[in-house]
């Protein structure tokens, strides 16, 4: 409510409903659920350049806090066991909103992606399998339900969201994995709630980079030995040291033929089925399904398209060439959504472009 005459008075009518919303009866339980949310939403009415809201406001603050005991009950727990319906799904959805939060997610991802960064074997050796695997049995449980449900599974997106941070491990590191990876997405790349179809786009990206790219191995700025027992040289101290960059040795990670055709195989797999479900079925394609087919093509020729050949290149024989196919399907991927967009505009009426 920001209106403040509305506010003033509506505060001055809940005193006298307290008592009602707060008291636990067998035909209206769930009114104490709704103190805290109650609680936060008067807050805003300590105003200080109104001194009438204030008032008011601390009114119902002060009837609220003069019917619920604050007391500290934690030591019950080893004496009671009774919790009620209501406080054992409130805890229960407490801590699962506190454990698959966003920001945990955010922050769980970014500690990942550093630890992949510096000992990619080790990480990927203690959590890719058993990410794959929990995301595997959640897919299974739900009878394969999940995949259209739009409000999606939290517990789900926390192992797509490490799944996505764990295939970007670099330096072939992958390739050992490549059944239980290829195996999750064609489980999931099919998800129709939009933040696990956007995280399992963005694996396959980071999927693709990972195999196709050029990496450097050696990563310092100094040539200086910096595992020695420092008696001489601390590393720490080193600021604007001039170094010799002829000395450096830099060393990179190019690409095997094995990630290159682990690359080609995903891309031929996945990324054609969707184009192709874009051709044939755009008219019945719900819009959040064509959002998330759009999106994987999207993600995928972001990852590879800078591996082929330009078209005009020379080493461009024939028609089959990954880039020439992609620019064909998605052209007329295209031009049936203008066809498409004109007759709804017209009604269903008129003639449409022809296809040149």
């Known amino acids: 409510m920001t209106d403040p005459d509305r506010f003033t008075l509506i505060m001055k009518c809940l005193p006298g409903i307290v ?7 067998p035909s209206y ?20 350049n109104d001194l009438e809201k204030i008032e008011v406001t601390l009114e119902v603050l002060d009837a609220i806090l003069k019917l619920v005991p604050c007391i500290d009950c ?4 080893n004496t009671r066991t009774d919790l009620t319906e209501i406080i054992h799904a409130k805890i229960t959805e407490l801590l699962a909103i506190s454990i698959f939060s966003r920001k945990v ?14 000992k990619p074997i080790e990480i990927l050796k203690s959590l890719l399998p058993q990410t794959c695997e929990h995301i595997k049995n959640i897919v299974n449980q739900s009878q394969m339900n999940i995949l259209m449900d739009h409000t999606g599974d939290i517990e789900l997106t926390w192992y797509l969201t490490l799944f996505r941070e764990l295939v970007h491990a670099r330096y072939g590191t992958l390739l050992i994995y490549k059944d239980i990876i290829m195996s999750v997405f064609r489980q999931c790349i099919r998800i129709i709630h939009r933040h696990s179809y956007e995280t399992i786009a963005r694996a396959a990206k980071y999927l693709l980079q990972s195999l196709t790219q050029l990496h450097a191995i050696y990563h310092l700025l100094s040539d200086e030995n910096i595992d020695e027992s420092f008696a001489d040289f601390v590393p720490i101290r080193g600021w ?11 060393q990179f990670h190019f690409p095997t033929t094995n990630e290159i055709d682990f690359a080609c195989e995903f891309v031929n797999t996945f990324i054609y089925d969707e184009l192709q479900l874009q051709n044939e079925n755009c008219l019945i394609l719900s819009n959040a399904e064509r959002l998330r087919s759009l999106t994987v093509i999207y993600y995928i ?6 591996m082929v050949p330009n078209i ?5 024989t024939d028609l ?8 064909t399907d998605i052209g007329n991927l295209n031009l049936q959504l203008i066809n498409e967009y004109i007759m709804k505009s017209q009604g269903g009426k008129g003639d449409t472009p022809s296809t040149p």
């Open 19 to 25: 008592r009602q919303i707060v008291r636990q009866t």
């Open 29 to 48: 339980s769930e009114g104490q659920t709704y103190v805290l949310p109650l609680l936060k939403s008067i807050l805003p009415g300590i105003d200080s």
């Open 301 to 306: 020729a972001a990852g590879c398209l800078h």
């Open 320 to 327: 089959d060439n990954l880039r020439i196919r992609l620019q």
């Open 312 to 316: 005009k290149d020379d080493l461009v």
């Open 74 to 77: 934690s030591s019950a727990v």
């Open 240 to 250: 604007g040291q001039h170094d010799d960059f002829d000395q450096f040795q830099v």
């Open 105 to 118: 997610q955010q922050f769980a991802a970014s500690f990942v992606r550093v630890m992949v960064k510096a």
